[in-house]
């Protein structure tokens, strides 16, 4: 049977994202809408948490597509990893409810027809202190165990799955979601791929060429940035200064921030790389987890993923390996 020729990527967050839109990209047989799908979920989410007084409408003067592909019936590819979450905070489910119920009315507009809908899913523990770390690349100096203590409820939700998978179900039918392993993309790229063509359609050859992007950083190093950042913001708040010098200072600490992340992703061998590790900074990374979060992992995201199919099976022991280091006291 054919597979749809329309692809909409989902997320989650930390799962690559940024890797398979840059090889999307590369694709001749593509046709990639990434900034003009990302900013219509930017769109939705702004009306939804009340933070405009406009309707909702899509992108104006942005084209649907990235760029024009190159052979004749191409894959048309919408991927916004936001359509997973749309934010941490404020987090209410009722907002989050509407969200991922008219996400998919909104993309079946631009994408009209048949659609496989693509997640991708990880180790729970290994994405929470993922989210963590982006937390920090944004400029935020919660510790890991105080970032998942005021975030736990969206943490738990989107672990749910089912909530942000069902209504795409709904729209395109289940037999079309498809939900891979991130593992399985991180160390047996040859078989995602081929994992891509068997339930995607998608030409396996094209993935020829290793694109890395968004490199992590190591715990030491993030905790580097959650220090710098913190200590700026104790900086902002006990020294007097006036609003315009405040304002000035604020955008040059979101530079410094960047240009830190920028060294610290680089071959490991950079002076901040060798000032992270010489510091030898002393921090707990242990993770406690609430209740709410461990019963959302147990009892929703393990058994949907082992429903899921034969590809997580290498990987379930690893995942409740995890949750069970996580819940140890």
């Given at each position: 049977m054919a597979k749809p020729k329309t692809i909409i990527h989902v997320g989650l967050h930390k799962t690559g994202s940024t890797l398979l839109q840059a090889l999307w990209a590369l694709m001749p047989e593509v046709n990639?809408?990434?900034?003009?799908?990302?900013?219509?979920?930017?769109?939705?989410?702004?009306?939804?948490?009340?933070?405009?007084?406009?309707?909702?409408?899509?992108?104006?003067?942005?084209p649907v597509f990235d760029g024009p592909a190159k052979v004749d019936d191409a894959f048309s590819v919408f991927s916004a990893e936001n359509l997973s979450n749309p934010c941490l905070k404020p987090f209410t489910r009722e907002r989050f409810d509407l969200y991922y119920r008219y996400t998919p009315q909104i993309f079946g507009q631009m994408a009209p027809g048949d659609a496989s809908v693509l997640a991708l899913v990880r180790e729970p523990i290994s994405?929470?202190?993922?989210?963590?770390?982006?937390?920090?690349?944004e400029g935020g100096s919660q510790t890991l165990q105080k970032f998942v203590a005021s975030n736990a409820d969206a943490l738990a939700y989107i672990l749910s799955l089912t909530p942000m998978l069902g209504p795409w179900a709904e729209r395109y039918g289940k037999g079309n979601i498809v939900v891979l392993p991130y593992e399985l993309m991180r160390e047996r790229k040859a078989d995602f791929y081929r994992a891509l063509n068997k339930y995607l359609g998608l030409p396996p050859n094209a993935f020829d060429q290793d694109v890395r992007l968004n490199v992590s950083v190591s715990d030491e190093e993030a905790e580097l940035m959650r220090m710098t950042s913190r200590m700026m913001q104790l900086f902002l708040r006990n020294i007097p200064m006036s609003p315009s010098v405040a304002d000035q200072f604020q955008k040059n600490s979101s530079v410094i921030s960047g240009f830190l992340r920028?060294?610290?992703?680089?071959?490991?061998?950079?002076r901040m790389n060798?000032?992270?590790?010489?510091?030898?900074?002393?921090?707990?990374?242990?993770?406690?987890?609430?209740?709410?979060?461990?019963?959302?992992?147990?009892?929703?995201?393990?058994?949907?993923v082992e429903e899921l199919g034969k590809?997580?099976?290498?990987?379930l022991p690893r995942y409740r390996a995890a949750l069970a280091d996580a819940c140890a006291d």
């Open positions: 990639l809408s990434k900034e003009y799908s990302i900013k219509t979920c930017y769109r939705l989410r702004d009306v939804i948490w009340g933070n405009t007084t406009e309707d909702f409408g899509f992108p104006e003067g942005l994405w929470i202190r993922s989210m963590h770390k982006q937390h920090i690349h920028n060294e610290l992703q680089k071959d490991g061998v950079s060798r000032l992270a590790k010489h510091m030898a900074l002393e921090f707990n990374s242990d993770l406690r987890l609430p209740d709410g979060l461990r019963r959302a992992i147990e009892e929703q995201f393990l058994p949907t590809e997580f099976k290498p990987y």
